[in-house]
């Protein structure tokens, strides 16, 4: 129950975005500029600040990032391999990775936070510290190849540049260095770096509402029920065996479930939109993938706690 609840909340700023763009309360002309603070302000600082504070200890947890990482690398790989043998290349590919890939983290650490506790929180928290610049590279890697027409030249060195560019490659990059420096940020940096992160989500939700057109939610589309069930149903199933494999604590199997069921992220919107990716189609799989997940998580939820009893 409490966490088809924490997606409430995400499923109403989804819709606020959206009737704030359709009834003019927000201008369309205004919304590029919010996609812009959204992705080179306000989701790179908590991403930053995210890793900086995270406890990046491998001892006991490689097991379960491995565990993770597997179910993620196989997913977002069968997205690819769908959609090259459904000649679906180009941005619609790239957007199908990013929706059968992301997930939503702070989502993910809200519900953690309220049912999994405080030891669930840290390894999650970890886990998201190597997996999420991980996550943005294949990203970006994605959107700059699948992009219309043949692979331009110098492709490689693009990559390379998008990457170094990057602002949440390199916040990412930043937190880690923070991290393992041991270098302690005083109040009046850490502070302001807080207040900025915390309107990463809003604004992130309204973005991805705001690009919805309702009429693509409805239209009989193989692709967009595939990165919602690849995502929701797919992804944990893969954890989950490879959890009883190697045999994880009860504990980690629950929050990885969570992890691996979770809905994707806004963020993957605003990146497809500054890249060039399909912003509208991977913003129908995430509104699909948030409204389902108030089902199916609950659920993953309570199979987890039941393998682990």
């Known amino acids: 129950m409490q966490a088809a609840l ?49 406890e990046l200890s491998l001892g006991r947890l490689g097991p379960y990032l491995g565990a993770m990482a ?70 970006i890697v994605a959107l700059t190849l699948l992009s219309d027409g043949p692979r331009p030249a110098g492709a490689t060195a693009r990559i390379g540049a998008e990457i170094g560019r990057n602002p949440m490659v390199l916040s990412c990059a930043a937190g880690l260095a923070l991290n393992l420096s041991g270098v302690a940020l005083p109040a009046v940096v850490l502070s302001p770096l807080d207040w900025l992160g915390q309107g990463a989500l809003a604004v992130g939700l309204l973005a991805v509402g705001a690009g919805i057109d309702p009429a693509r939610l409805w239209q009989r589309d193989p ?23 190697i045999g994880l604590p009860a504990g980690q199997v629950a929050s990885g479930v969570l992890a691996t069921a979770a809905p994707g992220a806004p963020v993957g919107y605003i990146l497809a939109r500054q890249m060039g990716g399909d912003a509208d189609f991977y913003a129908a799989i995430f509104t699909w ?13 309570i199979f987890a706690g039941f393998l682990g009893a």
């Open 6 to 54: 924490a997606v409430i909340p995400v499923i109403a700023l989804v819709l606020l975005g959206h009737l704030a763009r359709r009834g003019g309360l927000i201008p369309a002309a205004s919304w590029p500029g919010i996609e812009q603070l959204g992705y080179r302000v306000l989701f790179p600082t908590i991403l930053l600040t995210s890793i900086y504070r995270s």
């Open 70 to 139: 597997l179910a993620f690398a196989a997913t977002g790989a069968l997205a690819l391999i769908w959609a090259a043998r459904r000649d679906q290349t180009g941005p619609r590919s790239s957007s199908l990775f990013q929706g059968a890939l992301r997930f939503n983290s702070l989502l993910i650490l809200a519900v953690a936070a309220q049912g999994l506790g405080g030891q669930a929180l840290g390894d999650l928290a970890v886990a998201f510290a190597f997996l999420i610049p991980a996550f943005n590279i294949s990203a």
């Open 223 to 245: 692709a967009l029920w595939l990165g919602v069930w690849l995502r929701l149903a797919l992804c944990p199933v893969i954890f989950l065996a490879a959890a009883l494999v």
């Open 289 to 301: 993938q948030t409204v389902l997940a108030a089902l199916t998580l609950p659920l993953w939820l």
